[in-house]
């Protein structure tokens, strides 16, 4: 199993301009996470999807972020447009949550590191 | 919503010594807390976890007890070795009846074991 797959892994780029994150989930996983991390607010959730419905956007911190999964193997984060307070490093995760307890562990990716200058 | 509380926010330890790191949560409600550790410039990987049906739990020279009334739970690291320093996050959810477990992170605690 590949695991998590993110891509880019880094991303640089100037104010305004409009950034897409990708991410494919572990195969079989019903479950997908978008987390972002800082240091100054550590990791925060922002999204997470249900069999591709989001469930709960609450964390996303403003309209310019958005996300989609169109199928069960691929999703975006997107941000449009973009500022430098928005680099960070964001994280995709994924679980499988309906199968035995032990199941439900939540497998991040490798993570993009995007830099907003 | 759930907050985790998480102490300290540095520990140094020497080799072979003992590491414990502690999460306090709020909502009684949850009931899964796993343990990540996160090395620099990697993503965070699960270490152990425990359920609230368990009080304590070991993996060779990690364990984690949990103590439901106090809500709060914490990890043991014996024989530390460098290898083992990180930054390890503690989390906690509640998995309801759609099988939903969105983990709240306590701030994460950078463990530097010294040779």
């Given at each position: 199993d590949a695991g998590v797959i993110q891509s880019p892994r880094h991303e640089v780029?100037?104010?305004?301009?409009?950034?897409?994150?990708?991410?494919?989930?572990?195969?079989?996983?019903?479950?997908?996470?978008?987390?972002?991390?800082?240091?100054?607010?550590?990791?925060?959730?922002?999204?997470y999807f249900n069999n591709?419905?989001?469930?709960?956007?609450?964390?996303?911190?403003?309209?310019?972020?958005?996300?989609?999964?169109?199928?069960?193997?691929?999703?975006?984060?997107?941000?449009?447009?973009?500022?430098?307070?928005?680099?960070?490093?964001?994280?995709?995760?994924s679980s499988f949550a309906f199968g035995l307890p032990s199941t439900d562990t939540q497998y991040f990716g490798p993570g993009t590191r995007l830099t907003v200058l | 919503g759930e907050n985790v509380e998480q102490h300290p926010s540095t520990l140094s330890v020497q080799e072979g010594d003992s590491a414990v790191i502690k999460c306090t949560y709020s909502d009684s409600a949850s009931n899964y807390f796993p343990w990540y550790k996160q090395e620099l410039g990697k993503r965070p990987q699960l270490i152990i976890d425990i359920r609230?049906?368990?009080?304590?739990?070991?993996?060779?020279?990690?364990?984690?007890?949990?103590?439901?009334?106090?809500?709060?739970?914490?990890?043991?690291?014996?024989?530390?070795?460098?290898?083992?320093?990180?930054?390890?996050?503690?989390?906690?959810?509640?998995?309801?009846?759609?099988?939903?477990?969105?983990l709240f992170f306590g701030t994460g605690t950078r463990l530097t074991v010294i040779p």
């Open positions: 780029t100037e104010m305004g301009q409009e950034v897409t994150l990708r991410c494919k989930p572990i195969s079989g996983h019903d479950y997908l996470f978008w987390y972002r991390q800082t240091m100054m607010r550590g990791l925060e959730l922002l999204i591709n419905v989001p469930i709960d956007d609450s964390g996303m911190p403003e309209d310019r972020f958005s996300a989609k999964m169109p199928n069960a193997s691929f999703s975006t984060l997107k941000i449009q447009p973009s500022e430098p307070r928005d680099s960070a490093v964001y994280f995709c995760a | 609230s049906n368990v009080g304590e739990k070991k993996d060779q020279r990690i364990a984690v007890t949990l103590n439901k009334t106090a809500k709060h739970f914490s990890l043991h690291i014996t024989e530390t070795q460098p290898e083992d320093s990180a930054v390890y996050f503690c989390a906690a959810s509640k998995r309801g009846w759609t099988g939903a477990n969105n």
